[in-house]
């Protein structure tokens, strides 16, 4: 089978349904002419597990918008790899990317493509915990699968293979999360 190199999924709202999770920024605001701190506002609209409290694996099943990254780590027979100690950089689709990417990963689901399946995943997987702030401009990064990305970070923005990079640093206990505005394929 062979898939383009890139598959853009437009934007991800929610990737990992962890909006307020990954909100830059720390939970308390310092006041510069007070010298206080006091608490900022709760994002009540979340509903996302505490960062860094569950392993990658743990981290997307308790993401409803990562329902279909789910079934397709279960159908390549990941979740194992995946909860293993790591250090894992993740680039993790949402469930609107694979939707966006349906002709390809649909037929990716079945259970005679579990390999062309497990190339594609681990595709998104890098060896290691890499930050946005670790990502520079020409890093060629080498993924679980043996492909390249290349990460090009322009006024303060990242992407990886010319995807944008939409919600970086999403802390797993065994890694970390980027969510990007598409879906990952290796050339064939």
């Known amino acids: 089978m062979k898939f383009p190199t890139r598959i853009t999924a437009g934007v991800i709202v929610g990737v990992l349904s962890i909006g307020g999770l ?97 190339d594609v995943l681990t595709y998104h997987v890098v060896p290691g915990k890499l930050t946005a702030a670790d990502l520079k401009d020409g890093d060629e990064l080498t993924t679980v699968q043996g492909g390249k990305l290349t990460v090009k970070v322009a006024d303060g923005a990242v992407t990886i293979n010319d995807i944008p990079v939409e919600m970086p640093d999403v802390e797993a206990s065994n890694g970390v999360v980027h969510v990007i505005g598409g879906v990952l394929v290796p050339q064939s």
């Not at 990562?66 to 950089?89: H, I, K, N, R, Y």
């Open 22 to 118: 990954a909100a830059c920024g720390d939970d308390e605001d310092e006041s510069a002419s007070t010298g206080t701190t006091t608490a900022a506002p709760a994002d009540t609209a979340t509903t996302a597990p505490e960062a860094g409290a569950q392993d990658i694996v743990a981290l997307a099943q308790a993401t409803p918008d990562l329902s279909t990254l789910v079934q397709a780590v279960t159908a390549a027979d990941l979740v194992e790899t995946l909860q293993g100690e790591g250090p894992f950089t993740v680039f993790a689709p949402s469930n609107a990317a694979f939707e966006a990417a349906n002709d390809v990963v649909a037929p990716l689901l079945e259970p005679d493509m579990k390999a062309q399946l497990a």
